[in-house]
């Protein structure tokens, strides 16, 4: 569900000049996401939109600049991770056979500073961070690619 909805979002800020977390919020429940402001704040932050000025002055959310290739990594990222554990300041991250390197790749254009380095094998990522006081914000972050299971 969770990826669903983010790909609802993106849909929405590149269909509408949306101004609020709000407004995003009252789209996405229309459109049949059950959501509060909390939850789309997150999802912003998560999928880091900006806000940009439109022609008429007003701030709007949009999807970041990205490279193509940013782009493929988070697609590939969302449909091949299976699990992300913790083991003291080291996120161990599962996924599909031979998909570890672009999601490795995927990890470290997060620029996220408290992610120290990743080290991929064929399915299985060690993602080295700064301090364990770290791990449950990136944790969090990493999850958030995983797609609930039925």
Request: glycine share 4%.
């Amino acid at each position: 569900m969770r990826i669903a909805r983010k790909e609802k979002i993106y849909e929405l800020i590149s269909l509408n000049e949306i101004e609020t977390q709000q407004q995003l919020a009252d789209l996405l429940n229309s459109s049949g996401f059950s959501v509060t402001q909390a939850t789309v704040s997150r999802d912003i932050r998560e999928l880091r939109l900006e806000k940009k000025v439109n022609s008429r002055g007003k701030n709007v959310y949009c999807v970041p600049a990205q490279s193509p290739a940013k782009s493929e990594y988070m697609s590939i990222m969302m449909q091949t991770v299976i699990s992300a554990e913790p083991a003291d300041n080291i996120i161990v991250v599962k996924t599909k056979s031979g998909c570890a390197n672009a999601v490795a790749e995927a990890i470290d254009d997060l620029s996220r500073s408290e992610i120290v380095g990743t080290l991929a094998g064929d399915n299985t990522i060690l993602v080295v961070v700064k301090s364990k006081d770290f791990v449950p914000e990136i944790l969090a972050d990493l999850r958030s690619f995983i797609p609930v299971q039925a």
